[in-house]
């Protein structure tokens, strides 16, 4: 089955510098990967995803950026603010369904005023 | 956001207790899911049901048995725990298909005693 492997495990940076937070996954048949931001005590949510036919995708400060030779992506949150600190998760699946989203280990992320 | 709720947000229960952990979704989606998500651990699917039908069990311990009523409603009932059953429940939906946005509940964190 899928395998993803996420790093770091925790990260913190300083308010406005970039934080990048990376993924490797060892199915080739994997075309979607997400990424999810779960506040303290709070619900996992999305706030990006990518598939398999673009390199890369922008959404504001966040980035995701796909490497289908290398089998891995990243998240790049740019001039980073404290409502940024979170656990973000990667995941990675197939085509047919979210039934086989396996999820990365989660990196904790925390925003140093 | 409330478009997945679950009941109740927290449970302690003793290992030869039956409990039920509840989900309900209002997204007019077609798959429901159930996630275990424990310290450093990745989120673990545990199940899938896709318009009423369970198509993914991951080896899970036949203490958790879940039920699906109807597309709105997931139930995990829960049946002489093991302390290392612990953890934050996750229920979620989605679209059933290729790459749909999971939405999360907020999660049943349960410990056994």
């Known amino acids: 089955g899928e395998n993803v492997e996420q790093h770091p495990s925790t990260l913190s940076v300083q308010e406005g510098d970039s934080a990048v937070i990376k993924c490797t996954y060892s199915?080739?048949?994997?075309?979607?990967f997400p990424w999810y931001k779960q506040e303290l005590g709070k619900r996992p949510q999305l706030i990006i995803d990518i598939r398999s036919n673009v390199g890369e995708k922008k959404d504001q400060r966040i980035a995701v950026t796909l490497n289908k030779t290398a089998k891995h992506f990243s998240l790049h949150i740019t001039e980073t603010q404290p409502e940024d600190s979170a656990v973000y998760f990667c995941?990675?699946?197939?085509?047919?369904?979210?039934?086989?989203?396996?999820f990365g280990t989660g990196t904790r992320l925390t925003i140093i005023p | 956001e409330t478009g997945v709720t679950q009941t109740p947000r927290h449970l302690v229960m003793g290992m030869t207790n039956k409990k039920s952990l509840k989900c309900e979704q209002h997204l007019g989606h077609n798959a429901m899911y159930w996630y275990k998500q424990s310290a450093k651990k990745p989120l673990e699917l545990m199940f899938v049901?896709?318009?009423?039908?369970?198509?993914e069990n991951n080896s899970v311990p036949s203490r958790f048995s879940p039920e699906c009523p109807n597309s709105s409603h997931l139930f995990l009932h829960l049946h002489t725990l093991q302390p290392e059953d612990s953890a934050l429940y996750l229920c979620a939906s989605s679209l059933g298909g290729s790459g749909n946005t999971i939405y999360f509940g907020e999660g049943s964190w349960l410990t056994v005693v």
């Open positions: 199915d080739s048949a994997s075309n979607y």
């Open positions: 995941a990675a699946s197939k085509t047919f369904g979210n039934e086989k989203l396996t």
């Open positions: 049901y896709s318009l009423e039908e369970r198509v």
